[in-house]
């Protein structure tokens, strides 16, 4: 049987997650009994310790949920034969769903050949040899199963009762608002950031356009939501990586104007996750969302509330659903803030006009920031195509330069295992001298002298192989690696498209990260490849 080289598993649910941020520690005693439990174990066995080990670490994600990075990062290993021996503390860190989970104890890790133990479980593939794992398996995966549905059922009803009382158990809290000190489950004016929010609805039911509201709010310096947020909280994660360009905008203006907790209801179940495990959610319609009013001071009256509501209500009836067929699709960005930059479809004067334009910069005030030229989609278009038919162009000369550098590598190859098949032979050969050195000494027909002076010579000898042996084989490894690079998969990718005539979403979706436009006369155009792959196109 060949040597185990060990996957372990470890994961944490989102109980965990949030015990390590309540207590600021680096990794709560879950994490920390899961890797002490399972290195122990292959400390304990013989034929397992020594092996060679990985370790994959799922934080936050359920166990009802196979969809998980590092578990994802384990299968890929598996499948690419690195990893032979799957190693978790029980079933219920693997998974909680326990058809998936079956799949993998009976039929899919047995097809690669991987042995998986499971320690409290007390349970080893390699004791079942290509049976199922018993009755007693079945349930006990039936069981988290269950468990995680019974629990998830709980945690809702429990939320939608406090939701109900007018309990706020939300996290982030609305601009303008804070929690109540004396009670986290009730909101309060905050006194410092509640005069924005009211200066907002007094500029709408005036009648001012939202644009222009934001426009005013930067003209005086008003600090974003999301700024005056990092300034409150320095320590916390959120907002984070705000831009020092953030302004107010349409968008944030918009959503002030619509976040009902501001003439004091408390608004619960917003979303609606799309099952037990998932990450994924849903919006729930106005009239199923639970609303309760009266719960705390407001910044403004509930008809005050209504009345700016009707600008709404004005601009709704003549909205335009943008088409999304459009070539560069969700691809362009500013190149100053960072945003995406939507395509507008409109007609003025009697003509057609099809354009990308920062959304932030007609709110912005003074010098530095966002360009406020659109930039015509045609004009892009044609920017766009003709980088991508220089691309193509180079795309076979680049074809050619990697066969050439195949069939290189190749012979160097062949040259370094002919070199290391020689010096393991060596090696062989050292061994066999040193063990031929031993047997006559003890027989008597080698004088001690003579004996340790050439055990000395084969020692050193040895090493040296041993040495260049390791050498050969990193060097082996390293060529891999470089062959390795994406470089075949990018020249494949290009040459699916060879043929292309024109400019379409598909070409787009394939080759293009994003277009940043700084202004009309300046694009740059960032590809899906690594450096590698395009130093070697532009050669």
């Not at 372990?8 to 015990?19: C, N």
């Not at 969809?67 to 693997?94: A, H, Q, Y």
């Not at 050949?113 to 079945?138: A, E, M, P, Q, W």
């Not at 939202?210 to 939501?225: F, S, V």
Request: glycine share 8%; charged share 35%; with cysteine.
């Amino acid at each position: 049987m060949g040597k185990w080289v060990i996957g372990k598993y470890i994961r944490l649910s989102q109980a965990d997650r949030d015990l390590m941020i309540r207590e600021n520690k680096a990794e709560s005693e879950s994490i920390s009994h899961q890797k002490a439990l399972i290195q122990n174990f292959i400390s304990g066995d013989p034929e397992l310790a020594g092996c060679e080990q990985y370790e994959f670490f799922d934080d936050g994600y359920s166990g009802t949920n196979f969809e998980r990075p590092s578990f994802e990062r384990l299968l890929e290993k598996i499948k690419g034969g690195t990893i032979n021996c799957v190693i978790v503390k029980d079933f219920s860190r693997f998974g909680r769903d326990y058809i998936e989970l079956g799949d993998y104890l009976e039929r899919i890790f047995p097809f690669l050949g991987v042995r998986f133990i499971s320690i409290n479980d007390h349970y080893d593939s390699l004791d079942y040899k290509g049976t199922t794992g018993g009755l007693d398996v079945v349930m006990k995966n039936i069981v988290y199963d269950y468990y995680s549905k019974d629990l998830s059922v709980k945690v809702t009803t429990a939320k939608r009762a406090k939701m109900k009382r007018g309990e706020y158990i939300g996290g982030h809290v609305p601009f303008g608002l804070m929690k109540d000190p004396e009670d986290y489950h009730k909101l309060t004016v905050d006194p410092e950031a509640a005069p924005i929010v009211r200066e907002i609805f007094e500029a709408a039911i005036s009648g001012m356009r939202i644009t222009d509201i934001a426009r005013l709010l930067n003209e005086k310096g008003y600090e974003t939501p999301a700024r005056y947020y990092q300034r409150k909280h320095p320590e916390k994660n959120k907002f984070k990586n705000t831009s020092e360009l953030d302004c107010w905008n349409h968008n944030s203006v918009r959503r002030t104007l619509k976040q009902e907790m501001y003439y004091g209801a408390v608004v619960g179940h917003r979303r609606e996750g799309i099952g037990v495990g998932w990450k994924h959610s849903v919006a729930i319609p106005k009239d199923e969302q639970i609303i309760v009013e009266g719960k705390h001071p407001g910044i403004v009256t509930k008809e005050e509330f209504m009345e700016a509501q009707k600008i709404f209500r004005k601009r709704r009836e003549t909205k335009q659903v943008t088409d999304k067929s459009y070539p560069l699709w969700k691809k362009v960005r500013c190149g100053t803030c960072g945003r995406a930059m939507p395509f507008k479809d409109r007609i003025i004067r009697g003509r057609p006009y099809r354009y990308f334009g920062c959304p932030h910069s007609q709110a912005q005030v003074g010098d530095g920031g966002c360009s406020k030229e659109y930039i015509r989609e045609d004009v892009l278009n044609e920017v766009v195509w003709e980088s991508i038919k220089a691309l193509l162009s180079t795309a076979e000369d680049a074809k050619k330069k990697v066969r050439q550098r195949q069939q290189e590598a190749d012979r160097d190859n062949s040259r370094l295992v002919k070199m290391l098949a020689k010096l393991q032979k060596d090696r062989e050969k050292c061994d066999a001298e040193r063990f031929a050195n031993v047997d006559q000494f003890m027989a008597g027909t080698l004088d001690k002298d003579v004996y340790q002076s050439r055990r000395a010579d084969l020692t050193r000898r040895a090493e040296r192989l041993d040495a260049e042996i390791a050498e050969l084989e990193e060097r082996l490894h390293e060529a891999e690696v470089v062959q390795d690079d994406g470089t075949q998969d990018a020249l494949e990718t290009l040459d699916k498209f060879s043929g292309g005539t024109e400019l379409d979403q598909k070409i787009v979706q394939a080759l293009v990260d994003k277009v940043v436009v700084y202004d009309p006369r300046h694009v740059e155009i960032r590809w899906k490849f690594s450096d590698e792959v395009l130093k070697l196109l532009q050669e």
